[in-house]
C-alpha cells in the first residue's frame, strides 16, 4: 500500500480517509480471518510524518504565551472521542485534532480546567468542590515554584483570585485560555504522533473482592499519542487583576500545567511537560 500525503490532515486521514480506502474495505469485509490486518500500512503511514511541512497556527489576539515540551511517554488528548471499528489493528481510542490543519492541539477548556483545579482541592458536606485550607496551601506551593512575590492569602482572598480568573462576566477583566498549539519551530524535524497501548484488567465485579482479576487474559487497546520531544505553545489573554499581574498569573500557570500536567492517564505518566 502506497500512501503520498504531504503534511496532510492527520485528523482527516484518522476518522475518514482510512475507512474510504479500497483496500481498507475490501479487507473489512473479507471473512477469512486469516488476513493481515488492513490497518498495519495506514499506520505506519499516519505515525511517519514529521512536523516539517506543517505551518503555525496564529493567534493575534493571545497577549500571553509560554512554551512548555512533552516527556516520555507522551501526550494523549481526545480520549473521549469514539473511534473503533471493531477490528484487529485499529485505534480504540480516539484523539483530538484542531479541525483545519489537523495538527493535535490542547483544548482551551481542558487548560483552564486544569488550572482551576487546585482553586478548588476542599471538599464540603455534600461532596461538592470547593475552596479551603487544602486549597490555600496548594495555591501557595504553586506560587513558590513561580517564584512569585504574594502575600499568602485567605480562604476567601482564594476565591476573589479564582472569580477574577475564572468567572468574571467583565469583558474588559476577563481572562481568556486559548488552545495550545504546536511550537513549529521549536518541533521541527520530529515526528508528531505515534501509537501506543494500554492494557486495562477487569476487576473481578465482586462487591467482596473488588481485586483485579489476575487471571483475565486483558486486551492491548491501541491509541495514538504525540511524541515526546514536542512543544506546545499556551496561549492566553491576561490582564491585570487586583491580587495578580498578568505576567503573574501567566508563571503561575506555567508552574501548574509543569506539575500537573494535561490531558489523559496523566495518573501513569501521560501528558507531562517540562519547560
Known amino acids: 500500500m502506497t500512501w503520498n500525503y504531504e503534511a496532510p490532515n492527520l485528523g482527516l486521514l484518522f476518522y475518514k480517509q482510512i475507512y474510504r480506502e479500497r483496500s481498507v ?35 493575534s489576539a493571545a497577549t500571553s504565551a509560554f512554551s512548555l515540551r512533552t516527556i516520555y511517554p507522551g501526550l494523549l488528548i481526545g480520549s473521549g472521542y469514539t473511534h473503533d471499528t471493531g477490528k ?16 493535535p492541539l490542547i483544548p482551551g477548556s481542558s487548560v483552564k480546567g486544569v488550572l482551576r483545579s487546585i482553586f478548588e482541592l476542599d ?34 482572598e482564594l476565591k476573589t483570585l479564582m472569580q477574577e480568573i475564572f468567572e468574571t462576566q467583565d469583558k474588559a477583566r476577563k481572562d481568556i485560555f486559548y488552545d495550545a498549539v504546536i511550537d513549529i519551530d521549536r518541533s521541527r524535524s520530529k515526528k508528531m504522533v505515534s501509537t501506543d497501548f494500554i492494557t486495562p ?75
Open 25 to 59: 474495505l475490501n479487507m473489512l469485509n473479507a471473512t477469512d480471518n486469516n488476513h493481515a490486518s488492513p490497518f498495519i500500512d495506514y499506520y505506519r503511514a499516519l505515525t511517519s510524518f514529521t512536523v516539517d511541512g506543517y505551518s503555525q497556527i496564529e493567534n
Open 88 to 103: 484487529e489493528g485499529d485505534a480504540k481510542i480516539g484523539f483530538f485534532f484542531d479541525h483545519t490543519s489537523g495538527q
Open 123 to 156: 471538599t464540603d458536606e455534600t461532596d461538592k468542590k470547593t475552596t479551603g485550607e487544602k486549597s490555600v496551601e496548594v495555591f501557595n506551593f504553586f506560587i513558590n515554584e513561580a517564584n512569585i512575590k504574594c502575600p499568602k492569602l485567605s480562604i476567601d
Open 201 to 275: 484488567h477487569k476487576h473481578t465485579g465482586s462487591p467482596r473482592k473488588p481485586e483485579l482479576d489476575q487471571f483475565s487474559n486483558p486486551t492491548p487497546l491501541m491509541f495514538l499519542r504525540v511524541m515526546p520531544e514536542i512543544y506546545f505553545e499556551f496561549r492566553f489573554d491576561l490582564k491585570d487583576g487586583e491580587i495578580l499581574k498578568a505576567n503573574q498569573k501567566k508563571e503561575l500557570f506555567k508552574a501548574i500545567i509543569s506539575t500537573l500536567g494535561l490531558g489523559a492517564k496523566t495518573n501513569v505518566g501521560y501528558g507531562q511537560f517540562e519547560p
